[in-house]
């Protein structure tokens, strides 16, 4: 419903949904989920913490609306954060605060229905409501600079996933996480820690140890789906290729169009190579190849950052289940006209 859609409602996780239905059905007693971590649901979030409460609690939500109409006159979560933090508008802390606090603190009451149903509803309640209170946080200080908004960010997906561990068959539970190589990445083998910022990978590593795995992507050149700028239609990019003294380089100049290194048992004479630092792309939602260093390459040390990367030479771009003018047309070319 909001931007970015396309990394979600597009064909390969179409596909994965399918398959994931076929196994449920198949394994009735170990069923796998699919669940969200981030916090750009602030409204819907509300929505859904006032639905739970309207079942179980009329009493409850009334408060819980009353605490909530906070957010009433923003539409806009930045535009709540800006007001805010401006001093232009009484910030909500307190208010998203004492209603996550009293979620956890009436949980007895509220989960009196035996069984694992009455759990999951409040897990997924409480988690909505401790997402309201983080994406507040967050909103704030996003006009405070980019460490304090990137590291509140990444700090919420991490403690969701710690979260969900628990509540999933109390810790013995599995999870792959899927998401850009710059939140999965340990950010203290990149020069990301210079900046103050800490990311999922560092936080999950420091947690779990080597019971956690972190898996990297890499490719030199291909296309991609991505906008120019946050909230612009979705486009079909052509990637350029690899910067020289760049991981990508390095691994295209191998000649193998796909492969695996695991970076963990690597051979001597190849962890000599991996481990001096050299520049790596992240592109996320954005790709700007005009100001490709500057935008999206870091200095990295690949033999701390993952347990293992996956090459793909050349890539190609999601499709889209709503394919876009600009997704169909793809990126104009540098000589196209751009004035008269």
Same mark, same amino acid.
């Given at each position: 419903?909001?931007?970015?859609?396309?990394?979600?409602?597009?064909?390969?996780?179409?596909?994965?949904?399918?398959?994931?239905?076929?196994?449920?059905?198949?394994?009735?007693?170990?069923?796998? &989920?699919?669940?969200?971590?981030?916090? /750009?649901?602030?409204?819907?979030?509300?929505?859904?913490?006032?639905?739970?409460?309207?079942?179980?609690?009329?009493?409850?939500?009334?408060?819980?609306?009353?605490? /909530?109409?906070?957010?009433?006159?923003?539409?806009?979560?930045?535009?709540?954060?800006?007001?805010?933090?401006?001093?232009?508008?009484?910030?909500?802390?307190?208010?998203?605060?004492?209603? =996550?606090?009293?979620?956890?603190?009436?949980?007895?009451?509220?989960?009196?229905?035996?069984?694992?149903?009455?759990?999951?509803?409040?897990?997924?309640?409480?988690?909505?409501?401790?997402?309201?209170?983080?994406?507040?946080?967050?909103?704030?200080?996003?006009?405070?600079?980019?460490?304090?908004?990137?590291?509140?960010?990444?700090?919420?997906?991490?403690?969701?996933?710690?979260?969900?561990?628990?509540?999933?068959?109390?810790?013995?539970?599995?999870?792959?996480?899927?998401?850009?190589?710059?939140?999965?990445?340990?950010?203290?083998?990149?020069?990301?820690?210079?900046?103050?910022?800490?990311?999922?990978?560092?936080?999950?590593?420091?947690?779990? &140890?080597?019971?956690?795995?972190?898996?990297?992507?890499?490719?030199?050149?291909?296309?991609?789906?991505?906008?120019?700028?946050?909230?612009?239609?979705?486009?079909?990019?052509?990637?350029?290729?690899?910067?020289?003294?760049?991981?990508?380089?390095?691994?295209?100049?191998?000649?193998?169009?796909?492969?695996?290194?695991?970076?963990?048992?690597?051979?001597?004479?190849?962890?000599?190579?991996?481990?001096?630092?050299?520049?790596?792309?992240?592109?996320?939602?954005?790709?700007?190849?005009?100001?490709?260093?500057?935008?999206? /390459?870091?200095?990295?040390? =690949?033999?701390?950052?993952?347990?293992?990367?996956?090459?793909?030479?050349?890539?190609?771009?999601?499709?889209?289940?709503?394919?876009?003018?600009?997704?169909?047309?793809?990126?104009?070319?540098?000589?196209?006209?751009?004035?008269?």
């Amino acid at each position: 419903k909001r931007f970015p859609q396309w990394m979600w409602r597009n064909t390969v996780v179409l596909e994965f949904v399918e398959w994931l239905r076929q196994w449920n059905s198949a394994h009735p007693k170990s069923q796998a &989920g699919f669940y969200g971590m981030d916090l /750009y649901s602030l409204h819907s979030s509300i929505a859904e913490v006032l639905r739970y409460l309207d079942e179980v609690d009329p009493a409850a939500a009334r408060r819980a609306r009353q605490r /909530y109409a906070c957010f009433e006159d923003f539409g806009d979560p930045q535009l709540y954060g800006y007001a805010a933090e401006k001093g232009m508008s009484e910030p909500c802390e307190d208010e998203v605060v004492a209603q =996550l606090m009293e979620l956890r603190r009436r949980a007895g009451d509220m989960m009196q229905a035996d069984g694992k149903r009455a759990a999951a509803e409040f897990f997924y309640a409480e988690q909505n409501a401790r997402l309201i209170a983080n994406a507040e946080r967050y909103y704030r200080s996003m006009f405070k600079g980019r460490a304090s908004s990137w590291n509140l960010r990444d700090e919420h997906m991490a403690g969701t996933i710690q979260s969900l561990l628990t509540h999933l068959d109390s810790g013995r539970s599995k999870i792959v996480v899927w998401a850009h190589n710059s939140h999965l990445g340990d950010a203290r083998a990149t020069e990301m820690s210079q900046r103050g910022e800490l990311n999922v990978g560092q936080l999950i590593r420091e947690k779990f &140890g080597d019971d956690a795995f972190l898996l990297g992507f890499s490719t030199y050149t291909g296309t991609v789906i991505a906008a120019d700028d946050w909230g612009s239609p979705a486009r079909r990019k052509q990637v350029r290729p690899g910067m020289a003294g760049s991981y990508e380089e390095l691994f295209h100049a191998t000649g193998i169009p796909r492969f695996w290194v695991d970076l963990r048992e690597t051979a001597a004479d190849a962890r000599d190579v991996l481990q001096d630092p050299r520049l790596e792309r992240a592109i996320g939602v954005i790709y700007r190849p005009e100001t490709e260093r500057w935008s999206h /390459y870091f200095e990295a040390r =690949l033999d701390k950052q993952f347990d293992a990367i996956i090459h793909v030479d050349e890539t190609h771009a999601l499709t889209p289940l709503e394919r876009s003018g600009e997704w169909e047309q793809g990126e104009l070319p540098e000589t196209f006209p751009s004035g008269i």
